[in-house]
Antibody, heavy 123, light 110 residues
Framework: QVQLVQSGAEVTKPGASVKVSCKTSGYNFTSYSLHWVRQAPGQGPEWLGIINPIGGSTTYAQKFQGRVTMTRDTSTSTVYMDLSSLKSEDTAVYYC????????????????WGQGTLVTVSS | QSVLTQPPSASGTPGQRVTISCSGNNSNVGSNIVNWYRQLPGTAPKLLIYINNQRPSGVPDRFSGSKSGTSASLAISGLQSEDEADYYCAAWDDSLQGWVFGGGTRLTVL
């Protein structure tokens, strides 16, 4: 079955960076784009961006451009999200999520999702 | 402050039909499709409706979506206790060039 397994919780300080991984299995890794979405406590989800595993092309949300970097490793079917210059407001659960359908079907939503990674930014 | 506006709460009794609204503008809901997600406490969101009114495999036909102008709605018929969850709408925003979400609606089954 399709699985997205994320790395464990992180506690980090303001100004630092964090890198979250999302290891996929159960499907053709290069056929589906992957999104990163975060959710602060008690808030709605917030989209950070998308990566196409074929060539590694990315699109980032305007709010995070310059601070977020998404990469992939096709040899391990894993995608990574690196967020720098962290602030307390970046404290959230970060999720990776796969496109529902393959081949750049951008519109059909995300399914499935990873289990989430709690990133806590605190001095 | 979320870009899409949802009522913070909704409620219904078992068997009842409830609707949850999602309001946007011409840059998002008015010009693009809407997806809906359901989130149980402590778990990741799950896709419920895509492209306004399509159900992914495994989602019962008690769930339906619609869109008109700059508003969208999620309807749940035959309400069940396990439908208690948070529901979120999402749409692509042409101005922000990104996916935007609603703040969520917490559904309570009385």
């Amino acid at each position: 079955q399709v699985q997205l397994v994320q790395s464990g919780a992180e506690v980090t300080k303001p100004g630092a960076s964090v890198k979250v991984s999302c290891k996929t299995s159960g499907y053709n890794f290069t056929s589906y784009s992957l999104h990163w979405v975060r959710q602060a406590p008690g808030q709605g989800p917030e989209w950070l961006g998308i990566i196409n595993p074929i060539g590694g092309s990315t699109t980032y949300a305007q709010k995070f451009q310059g601070r977020v970097t998404m990469t992939r490793d096709t040899s391990t079917s894993t995608v990574y999200m690196d967020l720098s210059s962290l602030k307390s407001e970046d404290t959230a659960v970060y999720y990776c999520a796969r496109d529902l359908f393959p081949n750049n079907d951008f519109w059909s939503g995300y399914s499935p999702w990873g289990q989430g990674t709690l990133v806590t930014v605190s001095s | 402050q979320s870009v899409l506006t949802q009522p913070p709460s909704a409620s219904g009794t078992p068997g009842q039909r409830v609707t949850i609204s999602c309001s946007g503008n011409n840059s998002n809901v008015g010009s693009n499709i809407v997806n809906w997600y359901r989130q149980l406490p402590g778990t990741a969101p799950k896709l419920l409706i895509y492209i306004n009114n399509q159900r992914p495999s495994g989602v019962p036909d008690r769930f339906s979506g619609s869109k008109s102008g700059t508003s969208a709605s999620l309807a749940i018929s035959g309400l069940q206790s396990e439908d208690e969850a948070d529901y979120y709408c999402a749409a692509w925003d042409d101005s922000l060039q990104g996916w935007v979400f609603g703040g969520g609606t917490r559904l309570t089954v009385l």
